[in-house]
């Protein structure tokens, strides 16, 4: 069953990839190859860009909320789509590639020591990546579905993202036809990169979390019986070895999304900030927005709540090995815990510029500044 969750997790990761970066169109020209991965970045742009000029220019006044509101979440989710294209698709790629790819060979060893610890935490933690990826980006999408629905109606049915491309006129057959698909477009291919984005980043912390807790699991075969003490020197250098391991990927997956956690969250508070402006007044329906807002606020909670995730099982590591009877090993593997115990203080994490450790306490303080910032212009701008 195990080998069928870890299957199916590794589908999604090949399917991210080939598909946004249009990897399953191959030209006999390596140049085409190359521009193709400009594709998703020239709709990021036209998207931001029109967006942009919808608010400044196109609107007559700023008297309708859902239009003012949900014309500044495209500027930002624009900005954060093209932003997770560049960093991962393209810069990033191959780096996250080979940290999956690090855990597949873990996984299928069969001759290591903790091959049978690890076999059991994959399988849960593969069995709840399968079922966050499908819930959120199921859920995610049906919420986007309705909202674009909202949004045509809102807009007299021509235009799904509220503005019209400036460079069309209003009298031409082509205005309707090109507004509508290409807007819907660039809707959906938006909304998707970012879902699955975060999908990819909870699939590498749920592999670096199960490593960490078959680790920890390891550690307690110090206290098993003489015969497992006088073997303690080949188990302490599999801990060394196998965290030595576990902190390089860990250092590579932080690198990779240091960028993408700094922009991600710092768009969604700026979007989830103009969405609760709209709640401020009673005399619009709330349902499109409540929905809107569940988006953010899961968007959000996903990139916070597995960021503590693998914050708390890696802190566990040194007070598990602290816990065992070290005391009673020889005086050469106590000295060896000692130098042990120093390297593993460090507990494997995720953080960025501006809001230090991803955890729980983030999506908190994202939340409750958000709150403020919306109240405050309320009682500027009402």
């Known amino acids: ?117 690890r076999e059991k935490y994959y399988e849960k933690n593969t069995k709840d990546a399968l079922f966050f990826a499908r819930f959120f980006l199921g859920s995610i999408t049906i919420f986007g579905v309705i909202i674009v629905i909202f949004d045509m109606h809102h807009s007299k049915f021509h235009m799904p993202m509220l503005y019209y491309f400036p460079w069309i006129p209003q009298d031409s057959f082509l205005f309707y036809p090109c507004n509508i698909i290409m807007q819907v477009v660039f809707y959906f291919t938006t909304l998707e990169i970012m879902t699955w984005s975060d999908t990819i980043i909870m699939i590498v912390i749920m592999y670096c979390d199960a490593e960490t807790r078959t680790l920890n699991e390891f550690i307690s075969e110090l206290d098993r019986g003489n015969n497992v003490r006088k073997g303690a020197q080949r188990i302490l250098r599999t801990i060394y070895k196998n965290h030595l391991s576990l902190s390089e990927q860990a250092k590579q997956f932080t690198e990779c999304v240091w960028h993408i956690y700094f922009h991600k969250l710092l768009s969604m508070t700026l979007y989830l900030c103009s969405i609760l402006f709209i709640f401020q007044s009673l005399d619009t329906s709330l349902i499109v927005p409540v929905l809107a807002f569940l988006i953010t606020i899961g968007q959000i909670f996903i990139l916070c709540y597995f960021g503590q995730i693998i914050r708390d099982s890696s802190e566990i590591t040194p007070d598990t090995l602290y816990m065992t009877k ?37 999506f908190v303080q994202i939340f409750k500044a958000s709150v403020s910032y919306a109240t405050i212009l309320y009682t500027v701008f009402m």
């Open 326 to 362: 070290w005391y009673e090993l020889n005086t050469k593997d106590q000295k060896k815990i000692l130098m042990l115990l120093t390297k593993i203080q460090n507990s494997v994490k995720v953080e960025t510029f501006g809001f230090g450790e991803i955890s729980i306490y983030t």
């Open 1 to 117: 069953m195990s080998r069928r969750y870890h299957g199916e997790i590794k589908r999604i990761v090949s399917f991210y990839f080939n598909f946004w970066r249009l990897d399953f169109i191959k030209f006999n020209w390596k140049w085409l190859n190359l521009l193709k991965l400009v594709t998703y970045p020239i709709f990021a742009l036209t998207g931001l860009f029109c967006s942009t000029w919808h608010v400044f220019y196109q609107m007559d006044d700023y008297s309708d909320l859902i239009d003012l509101s949900f014309s500044i979440v495209y500027v930002f989710a624009m900005y954060q789509a093209g932003v997770i294209y560049l960093t991962i698709n393209i810069l990033n790629k191959n780096k996250i590639q080979n940290i999956l790819e690090h855990f597949d060979r873990l996984y299928n060893t069969q001759s290591d020591m903790m091959s049978n610890m």
